[in-house]
């Protein structure tokens, strides 16, 4: 009944919203398209009881565009990223070791703004997951680790559905509900079930800082779904706390799952994070912390990782640009309890140490803001 | 569905989360095939569900899953903090077959490392421990004997050192003697072209159509040769001269040899990967007489899985592709390059093969062979445990030829972590082995049920 329901609000909106918001803004904007690129690649060398071992990573690479209506009252983004093929997560790879391109999001959206206070958008096809999308929205730590709820494969950072925004007292709030298949962009549907997300924003304060805006917002957020052809359940608790500043931010986002892994299990995950510029263009400073527990009924299935860097942005910063270089120095330390895998009692498996030197890479054809 | 073709009785569905995820995983370990080939992993799952041990064949991802995972494997273990070594990834005791060097001596090696990784090695030795305990209980014996029996000879193996020069060529049971006097017949009687070719009307030797054997169940192939598809005939004769360019040498081939006559579709062979794309190619051999003609095995390679807690595509940039992955362990494991010097791989579009010849020699070890001779008074139980502690030393000269990712040899890595501890090492082993062992019974009975329950594909639907 409720899967109806939000389809049907989301197509409604999608299909109704356009001639609205044409009528309100058609002298405002132009159509606009947007096209940009992100690439996160570099060294790590990495040491763990097996050996030492340095690779070159490509850890992001990504091209998409969004494109607006005259009017900004609909739309589409289109996404597509490049992955080793056959890699974790990855079920239908390609044999050999290979890049491959696949669409990580796609998706039309309308606009609706009823009252000047409120605005909704519809979105449908394959959509960004609105708690990472919520969440990210302060974070430029991606060439470390995805957000939390990523990084701890809880949740995929799209997945095919609908669902619908609403936001309201000039963004302070924001309400969002999804329906997608529950697998994720990287899968494909394997049960009749669907997957309903609930998420919550607000901005608990707005202040000045250093002459600039800032703002700290809270997060919540509900997930009740299933994976896989036996409808494993899979449900999800989340809560976050992030801070968006002129080069700064920091954030925690903590999120409990039923069902993980494929199996009927209890985890969560918690992820700290904090990021600054201390001398423009020369030095910004980060750190990060993350700590999964795979199975919350066992004595210690706990991963941990510390990550600490510093960057560099000798071309300037991102701001009024429409392209960035950041290059990274980092160091990340991993520790497996006796439970986190691969075998029990041999956690020395799972540590590991590594140096990175990473190269965050991006440009889009509009100046940003 | 299935209780009407006699799989089974009409079984209710099996409850549980256990079932549940068992239902998941095998679905998701097979998602490829049953997009390409529904049909192709129906046989696997109903092959799956004849017997424990082709149970325990098919379901290596969930052995993975359940030793990483709090479950049923997850015993913990005193030997797990070591490197990684290179594993054969899938040892248990029916991958275990014959192989004739040049000279024509037969010797036992493993014979499949489609698994072949890097990983924890106490996994291997617990992979081949079950399958000795399901093999044991198959046969009405002991299976924490048989276990025990692996554990004992892989330590002592470990502890003689210098294991990576291998194992004596004499065996030292009568069904390891009957294992070796098949494959010097097989040998003898070029048991490969004979079986599976014939000779046409103009004197040509062609290989055999249809099916030879009874099917165990209307949607299990027992043993068929089909044509294969035309673009598959095409590719395949285009790339495979190109074999002798992964080739390891010792014996001079030319592309001439690798002329192909002839490419039928096998089906039916094998458990875990019985719905790959496995194809059988008749070449030209050394001389254009028939006699000598070469029949070859050219099979989808697969991913060799993952362990859950360890990335994946940590050591994939090595190789090219998965075949390039399997040919490169196979002889570093089997520690010679001799074993088969047809043993190659080629690449027909995005497909990765691995090519090895079909010669009579290369038989595999049979649990059912094995429980008829000791039921039959043929060998006694003696000489089946022989058959384990020879299992558990090959393994130990298999992990002792191999090295860590990093290129330390393995084998004093493995003396370090078991020397002095023998004991607690086998009875880890033999606890390990009994608890997953009972696991697997379970396990075979809830496939039983859930196909019973859901269809031979398990409930997926396309």
Same mark, same amino acid.
């Given at each position: 009944?409720?899967?109806?329901?939000?389809?049907?609000?989301?197509?409604?909106?999608?299909?109704?919203?356009?001639?609205?918001? +044409?009528?309100?803004?058609?002298?405002?904007?132009?159509? #606009?398209?947007?096209?940009?690129?992100?690439?996160?690649?570099?060294?790590?060398?990495?040491?763990s009881t097996s050996g030492d071992l340095s690779t070159f990573e490509s850890r992001r690479l990504e091209v998409g565009g969004r494109w607006q209506a005259s009017g900004e009252g609909w739309g589409a983004e289109l996404r597509f990223e490049g992955v080793r093929s056959s890699g974790p997560e990855s079920l239908n790879g390609i044999d050999g070791n290979s890049m491959i391109v696949r669409v990580k999001r796609g998706w039309a959206f309308g606009r609706l703004a009823p009252h000047a206070a409120l605005r909704f958008e519809a979105r449908a096809g394959l959509v960004p997951d609105l708690w990472v999308e919520a969440v990210e929205a302060d974070y430029d730590l991606r060439a470390l680790a995805p957000t939390t709820g990523e990084d701890a494969r809880f949740l995929s950072a799209a997945d095919a559905g609908a669902s619908v925004l609403a936001s309201a007292f000039s963004n302070r709030v924001r309400l969002g509900v999804s329906l997608t298949n529950g697998e994720g962009y990287r899968q494909t549907e394997l049960n009749s079930g669907k997957t309903t997300t609930l998420v919550a924003s607000v901005d608990a304060l707005r202040f000045s800082f250093a002459g600039l805006g800032a703002r700290v917002r809270a997060h919540v957020g509900w997930v009740e779904g299933s994976t896989g052809v036996a409808r494993m359940p899979s449900g999800r608790l989340l809560a976050g706390l992030t801070f968006g500043a002129h080069r700064l931010g920091a954030g925690a986002e903590y999120l409990r799952a039923d069902g993980a892994f494929g199996r009927a299990v209890h985890a969560d995950a918690l992820g700290v994070y904090a990021h600054g510029v201390a001398v423009p263009r020369w030095l910004g400073l980060a750190a990060r912390y993350d700590r999964v527990n795979q199975d919350l009924g066992a004595q210690d299935a706990v991963r941990e990782r510390w990550s600490a860097g510093c960057f560099a942005e000798p071309f300037g910063g991102a701001e009024g640009r429409a392209e960035r270089l950041r290059v990274w120095l980092a160091a990340q330390v991993e520790s497996a309890g006796d439970d986190a895998g691969p075998v029990p009692s041999a956690g020395l498996l799972g540590d590991l140490t590594r140096a990175l030197v990473l190269l965050d890479f991006s440009i889009q054809t509009q100046e940003k803001p | 569905m299935l209780c009407a073709l006699g799989l089974s009785g009409c079984l209710p569905p099996p409850d549980g989360s256990r079932a549940q995820w068992l239902r998941s995983t095998l679905v998701e370990d097979n998602l490829n095939g049953l997009r390409r080939e529904p049909e192709a992993v129906e046989g696997k799952f109903g092959r799956m569900a004849l017997d424990p041990y082709d149970w325990l064949r098919g379901s290596l991802g969930q052995f993975r899953r359940d030793l990483a995972q709090r479950g049923p494997g997850a015993l913990p273990t005193a030997f797990g903090d070591g490197p990684e070594l290179l594993l054969v990834g899938d040892p248990h005791v029916e991958n275990i077959g014959t192989f004739a060097d040049p000279s024509g001596r037969v010797a036992l090696e493993f014979n499949d490392f489609d698994a072949a990784t890097y990983g924890p090695w106490i996994t291997d030795v617990r992979r081949l421990a079950t399958s000795a305990w399901l093999a044991a209980e198959a046969c009405g014996l002991d299976g924490g004997g048989a276990a025990s029996s692996v554990a004992d000879a892989y330590a002592t193996q470990v502890m003689v050192g210098d294991a990576a020069r291998g194992?004596?060529?004499?065996?030292?049971?009568?069904?390891?003697?009957?294992?070796?006097?098949?494959?010097?017949?097989?040998?003898?009687? =070029?048991?490969?072209?004979?079986?599976?070719?014939?000779?046409? =009307?103009?004197?040509?030797?062609?290989?055999?159509?249809?099916?030879?054997g009874a099917r165990p169940l209307p949607f299990v192939v027992d043993e068929a040769l089909v044509d294969a598809a035309p673009e598959v005939v095409a590719g395949l004769t285009a790339a495979l001269p190109t074999l002798v360019d992964s080739l390891a040498g010792g014996v001079a081939v030319t592309p001439e040899m690798l002329r192909v006559k002839d490419i039928a579709r096998r089906w039916g062979s094998g458990v875990s990967s019985y719905p790959l794309l496995r194809y059988y190619v008749l070449v030209e051999g050394p001389t254009p007489h028939p006699d000598d003609d070469w029949l070859l095995e050219a099979k989808e390679a697969p991913d060799a899985g993952r362990f859950e807690g360890l990335s994946a595509d940590r050591f994939a940039w090595r190789f090219e592709h998965n075949a390039a992955r399997i040919v490169a362990h196979q002889r570093t494991l089997q520690g010679r390059a001799d074993a088969d010097f047809l043993l190659g791989?080629?690449?027909?579009? =995005?497909?990765?093969?691995?090519?090895?010849?079909?010669?009579?020699?290369?038989?595999?070890?049979?649990?059912?062979?094995?429980?008829?001779?000791?039921?039959?008074? #043929? +060998?006694?139980?003696?000489?089946?445990?022989?058959?384990?502690?020879?299992?558990?030393?090959?393994?130990?000269?298999?992990?002792?030829?191999?090295?860590t990712p990093s290129g330390r040899p393995a084998g004093p890595v493995l003396a370090a972590a078991i020397f002095g501890r023998e004991a607690a090492f086998r009875d880890e082993v033999h606890r390990f082995a009994q608890a997953y062992g009972y696991t697997s019974l379970d396990d075979f009975d809830r496939l039983r049920a859930l196909l019973s329950a859901h269809g031979p594909r398990l409930g997926y639907a396309p």
């Open positions: 009944m409720m899967t109806g329901r939000i389809v049907t609000i989301a197509l409604t909106l999608l299909f109704t919203c356009r001639p609205i918001a +044409a009528r309100a803004d058609a002298q405002a904007r132009p159509s #606009e398209l947007t096209l940009d690129a992100e690439l996160i690649a570099g060294l790590a060398s990495t040491q | 194992l004596p060529l004499a065996a030292a049971s009568p069904l390891l003697d009957d294992a070796l006097a098949r494959g010097q017949r097989g040998l003898a009687e =070029s048991a490969g072209l004979a079986d599976f070719t014939v000779f046409d =009307s103009a004197g040509a030797r062609r290989l055999k159509r249809g099916e030879f791989f080629v690449r027909v579009g =995005s497909l990765s093969l691995r090519v090895r010849s079909l010669r009579g020699d290369q038989t595999g070890l049979s649990v059912q062979r094995l429980c008829r001779k000791v039921m039959a008074a #043929e +060998a006694t139980v003696d000489d089946f445990l022989e058959v384990m502690r020879f299992a558990g030393a090959l393994l130990a000269v298999a992990h002792a030829r191999g090295e």
